[in-house]
């Protein structure tokens, strides 16, 4: 087994000088670009997140384990090693393939010396870990329908109900019992603000049907939300900000729901299960849709890092944010 002996996660030298300076940072996670996007446009397109958080004036931070080492923050090389071949199943057969890493997989991969791109989970955790306070995704984990039978509900969940992030998402994945993940948020003591609406959006589609019961509208009062977490103290969760995919950029509604229903027949018969299922329906969507899904989903996370951005411009701006940072996030370092 290989030595580590660095500080965990290791991060990078541009990330570590906008920590120190107390500049904006915006954690990104991997597994959207090894396993939630077809490839080659997957590198393109983790390319042009990370341009997207610098043309709004933060430094992106994209999350993965390299040979068994967690990073926060990519270089290009490193970036092209994860969008290069997925461990799912879809490889190229080449070489060690790139796993998808949930936090409770990040121990036994740093031990292997594997390489893989984390989740929600496995970003958020290795991001707070390493002083990080906002991170932008496209959709998060969720309880999935049929929950009753087959119990799965993906690990974002519960470990976003104990670290202490901001997380802008488009909603969680409508392939999930969106009611049922929402009910569980609240359980578990999530925070959720819809960005500038007063409805959850539903990942592909800017509205799910549901509530939420707060709103911000402004970078500057999501900023100020997490002031007052802190404020607080003790509340080690984190804050949802659900931001809408613009409704000019949203998948058709009725070919949303009969291809989701194709999708979801096709993931029972064939018998996919466990870590499998999200990429499956992803992909499946993309096909059935020819590629209109795909885009849907490229417009919500890139709405959501460019307000990761500016969140983060807002926090670092807060003298107290700049402050419970650098006391409270960065321990270790
Ligand atoms: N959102 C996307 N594409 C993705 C994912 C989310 O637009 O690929 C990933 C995220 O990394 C999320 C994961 O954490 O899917 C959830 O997988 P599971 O249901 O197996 O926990
Ligand atoms: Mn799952």
């Given at each position: 087994m290989p030595q580590q002996h660095s500080a965990v996660p290791v991060v990078s030298e541009e990330v570590r000088e906008a920590l120190d300076r107390r500049q904006p940072v915006v954690a990104l996670e991997s597994t959207i670009i090894a396993h939630g996007l077809p490839r080659p446009r997957n590198l393109v397109v983790g390319a042009e997140l990370e341009a997207l958080v610098r043309a709004e004036g933060a430094v992106p931070a994209t999350v993965a384990v390299l040979d068994g080492v967690p990073r926060v923050g990519l270089d290009k090389a490193q970036l092209e090693r994860i969008a290069g071949r997925d461990g799912n199943g879809g490889g190229d057969g080449g070489g060690d393939a790139v796993r998808k890493l949930g936090h409770r997989d990040l121990a036994p991969a740093l031990a292997s010396g594997a390489t893989g791109a984390t989740t929600v989970s496995g970003t958020?955790?290795?991001?707070?870990?390493?002083?990080?306070r906002v991170f932008a995704t496209g959709g998060l984990g969720g309880v999935h329908r049929e929950?009753?039978?087959?119990q799965d509900e993906s690990a974002?969940?519960?470990?976003l109900a104990r670290t202490r992030i901001t997380v802008v998402c488009a909603g969680v994945k409508s392939i999930l019992d969106v009611p049922a993940t929402l009910q569980r948020l609240e359980t578990?003591?999530?925070t959720v603000l819809g960005y500038r609406t007063e409805r959850f959006p539903g990942f592909y589609l800017a509205d799910s049907g549901?509530?939420?019961?707060?709103?911000a509208r402004s970078p500057e009062e999501v900023a100020a939300v997490m002031a007052a977490q802190d404020r607080l103290g003790g509340l080690e969760s984190a804050v949802l900000v659900a931001n809408p995919v613009a409704e000019a950029e949203q998948l058709d509604p009725a070919l949303h729901d009969r291809v989701l229903a194709e999708a979801l027949a096709e993931c029972r018969e064939r018998g996919i299960t466990g870590q499998a299922v999200t990429p499956f329906l992803l992909g499946f969507?993309?096909?059935?849709?020819?590629?209109?899904?795909?885009?849907?989903?490229?417009a919500a996370v890139r709405g959501n890092v460019r307000l990761g951005a500016r969140i983060a411009a807002?926090?670092?701006?807060?003298?107290?944010?700049a402050e419970a940072t650098g006391g409270a996030g960065r321990a270790g370092r």
């Open positions: 958020a955790f290795l991001a707070a870990r390493a002083g990080l929950w009753v039978q087959s974002d969940l519960a470990l578990l003591g999530v549901l509530p939420v019961d707060w709103t969507l993309v096909r059935a849709t020819g590629g209109a899904s795909l885009e849907a989903n490229l807002a926090w670092a701006e807060r003298a107290d944010g």
